[in-house]
């Protein structure tokens, strides 16, 4: 089993059904994607630069779905989060299979994916 799966398996519910579902989202839809396990997390690279992670933050009720170029989507997808200020990252905050919109996921991908590639690097200055 390699950490990634480990990773996921070793979360709570409702969260590792969460990342198992999101998971094969991802790799569906985009199948060059690259999975990396780095700081202790799962990433999903697309030509070796990261393109989203998957985290459960301390103190919250949801799965966090970080793109790392988010800054780049949030005109077309507002439902994405900038939670902690943070420069670059947003996020889209899954609590369910419920309320998660798998066909907008999906665009949010793509468009994420386009945009990785387009870019010398994926984390900007």
């Given at each position: 089993m390699n950490p990634i799966e480990q990773h996921?398996?070793?979360?709570k519910e409702p969260y590792q059904s969460l990342m198992l579902y999101i998971r094969?989202?991802?790799?569906?839809?985009?199948?060059e994607v690259e999975e990396k396990y780095?700081?202790?997390i799962?990433?999903?690279n697309i030509d070796k630069k990261p393109m989203l992670y998957l985290n459960v933050l301390k103190g919250t009720d949801f799965l966090d779905v970080a793109f790392v170029q988010g800054i780049f989507l949030e005109t077309p997808f507002p439902e994405l989060k900038d939670?902690?200020?943070r420069k670059q990252v947003r996020s889209l905050q899954v609590k369910s299979l419920e309320d998660f919109d798998e066909l907008r996921f999906v665009e949010m991908l793509l468009q994420a994916s386009e945009n990785i590639n387009k870019s010398?690097?994926?984390w900007n200055p």
């Open positions: 996921i398996l070793n979360q094969s989202v991802i790799k569906k839809n985009l199948p780095s700081y202790n799962p990433f999903f939670d902690n200020n010398k690097r994926a």
